[in-house]
């Protein structure tokens, strides 16, 4: 499962774009996908992800548990000084319809502050459901 940063950011650092390859037409560069993945660079900004690899992705993981029920998780990355000393924040949002819900939040895991830790969901589901992970950051 992929997830993605669902907020654009507006201050996508020129040096950084320039260290991933920019050289010019910095504004056009933040929708640009250099590595075919289908992730714009303010989209890799954000998730904390390299724009000119595509195997450097922000995905969630599924297991499953000994009772059945599925564990998700994924990795968090710790907002470094190119961020401009904003965080990077996590929330889990679940849906039971992709054509007529609206994606919640998931009560205990929002706004978790990205340290490089792995967050663990283990609720069990009731009925069909989709989740998803919201890096954004602020």
Known sequence: LHSFPTRRSSDLPVWWLA??????NFASADDADPDGDGMPN???????TQPTNAASSFVIELEAQPNGGPMAFCRTV???PECNGKQRYYTF????????????PVPGYTDILGAGQVISYTNA????????????LR
């Open 93 to 104: 949002e679940r849906r039971t319809n992709l054509v007529n819900d609206a994606w919640t």
């Open 42 to 48: 303010w989209r890799e900004f954000v998730a904390g």
């Open 19 to 24: 260290q991933y390859g920019a050289t010019s």
């Open 125 to 136: 589901p009731t009925g069909t459901g989709f989740l998803r992970v919201k890096a954004d």
């Open 78 to 80: 710790a907002a470094g």
